[in-house]
């Protein structure tokens, strides 16, 4: 008799673990080669600032847009596995940059170093400038996978290194990885959401607040 073994959650892939979504699985399980194929080619138009367009990314593969949709569902579906798959290399470099921390000052590292990236990635920003209401939707809301994939994130985080019960047990892990996430989204779309300017730094400061971390 065999078992399995079960898979090994890391922070490359808390968030899809806990969210899946039909593209998601698509992409993961090897055997959709066009759905493969279209995510590639509108996650490298997007990486160089162009908008996802679901007739011309259709066209440049050869096919009508009802296969396209086929293969990868709507143009927000498309859109939100590319935020994603740009958002899980990110994570993975904040959590190597950070790996000699510990406890609350390596999961405010760790944050900091994310808001950082996604304040100077510049194709993240043409894209926020381009589609204001839709980033802020998609980003910041259940209308798609992010949000909850972020908290799934840090709250794999916060069990990680502040343990079942953080700050003393004051809090329970989802509900301070939920605090830690709106926290970073209200500094990162600091500018759409009340024309304040993005800042990485003062999303640390709140992270260190919130986490208790001395100095």
Do not use: C
């Not at 990162?188 to 730094?201: F, K, Q, R």
């Amino acid at each position: 008799m065999t078992t399995t073994m079960p898979a090994v959650v890391t922070i490359a892939t808390a968030g899809v673990q806990a969210a899946p979504s039909w593209l998601s699985e698509r992409l993961a399980d090897g055997a959709h080669d066009d759905a493969r194929r279209a995510f590639d080619a509108a996650r490298e138009a997007f990486i160089s600032s162009r908008r996802i367009d679901m007739g011309a990314l259709a066209a440049s593969l050869g096919v009508d847009r009802t296969s396209l949709f086929r293969w990868v569902g709507n143009r927000d579906a498309l859109l939100s596995e590319v935020l994603w798959s740009l958002a899980v290399p990110t994570l993975v470099q904040a959590d190597h940059a950070n790996e000699w921390h510990s406890g609350g000052p390596r999961v405010a590292g760790i944050l900091t170093h994310f808001v950082d990236d996604l304040i100077t990635a510049r194709y993240f920003r043409d894209f926020l400038r381009r589609e204001p209401a839709r980033a802020l939707r998609l980003l910041t809301t259940k209308e798609s996978p992010i949000q909850r994939r972020h908290v799934a994130t840090a709250e794999w985080l916060v069990r990680r290194d502040l343990g079942e019960a953080p700050l003393g047990g004051a809090i329970d892990p989802a509900g301070l990885a939920y605090l830690l996430v709106r926290t970073s989204e209200s500094f990162t779309y600091a500018d759409l959401i009340s024309g304040d300017n993005p800042s990485a730094e003062r999303a640390r400061v709140a992270f260190r607040l919130l986490l208790r971390v001395d100095g």
